[in-house]
């Protein structure tokens, strides 16, 4: 691989088992991107990107400011698209597995629960995190049947996560924020299951956070804006092994990575 990108004038190239990220000058983007696929097949990817030359260390409240910025501008639809270059230290997230039970049960790590919320379809996805290390323990999709009156639905909602938490026990838990749905009959329904998917890990006394999605994306993928298919992809390298029950389950675990990163963050700046 390294002599083919050589050849097609790249920079240079990191591998590992499920892919090769080719790097180049800006000038000989274009060309490298024709000669490697020309040679190798289509790529799965292939865009422009900044490169920072110099770095600045900034204080907890200017990064909170920041971080509160480039969430409010990846909401906006009039934004298309809003990039950050922004390292937080000792947050390299490429999974690999800690020895279950020795950090958690020592105070140094934690077990995190993501839930998609839907009244139909809910994800839940769980892993662990030590340090920054995550791993990835279960997930799956909780189902509830669409010719039940919306009462019935929401208990078998809550009922199901509760058997998840039980099973589990998560240390604590994070939900995906519910975007506006042009049709006001099904936002309201959806955000009533969500209340309900809120209310299950509150009720037992877990810490509950919340995040947009655009942020879990940005968060798992780099993009606000990424594709489902591309979550699911930077899930399954996030955390080697896991077998992903659908899409829901897919975005649930990235929420979970998702809080892992700024659960670790705050944890950071709360040290210093």
């Known amino acids: 691989m390294l002599e083919a990108v050589i050849e097609a004038g790249g920079e240079n190239v990191e591998s590992d088992p499920e892919q090769h990220v080719v790097t180049s000058a800006p000038d000989d983007f274009n060309s490298v991107r024709d000669a490697l696929e020309q040679r190798l097949g289509p790529a799965n990817s292939a865009r422009l990107a900044w490169r920072p030359r110099t770095s600045a260390a900034i204080d907890e409240e200017t990064a909170t400011s920041l971080f509160k910025l480039l969430e409010t501008l990846e909401d906006s639809d009039d934004v ?147 594709e489902k298919a591309q979550v699911a992809l930077m899930v399954r390298r996030l955390l080697p092994g896991c077998g992903l029950d659908g899409a829901d389950a897919a975005d649930a675990l990235a929420v979970a990575i998702c809080h892992a990163h700024h659960a670790e963050t705050r944890r950071l700046w709360r040290a210093s």
Do not use: C
């Open 80 to 226: 298309q698209n809003v990039y950050a270059n922004s390292r937080w230290r000792r947050t390299s997230w490429l999974g690999s597995t800690p020895e279950r039970g020795q950090d958690r049960n020592g105070g140094r790590g934690m077990r995190v629960m993501g839930l998609d919320p839907g009244l139909r379809h809910t994800g839940w996805g769980v892993i662990d995190v030590a340090g920054n290390r995550l791993s990835h323990v279960a997930d799956g999709v909780i189902h509830a049947r669409a010719d039940q009156p919306l009462a019935n639905r929401l208990v078998s909602l809550f009922r199901q996560i509760n058997a998840v938490l039980e099973t589990y026990r998560p240390d604590e838990a994070a939900v995906e924020e519910s975007f506006v749905n042009k049709n006001p009959a099904s936002t309201l329904k959806l955000g009533v299951a969500r209340g309900v998917v809120l209310l299950a890990p509150a009720e037992r006394g877990l810490p509950v956070s919340e995040y947009s999605a655009n942020l879990v994306k940005k968060s798992v993928v780099g993009a606000g804006h990424a």
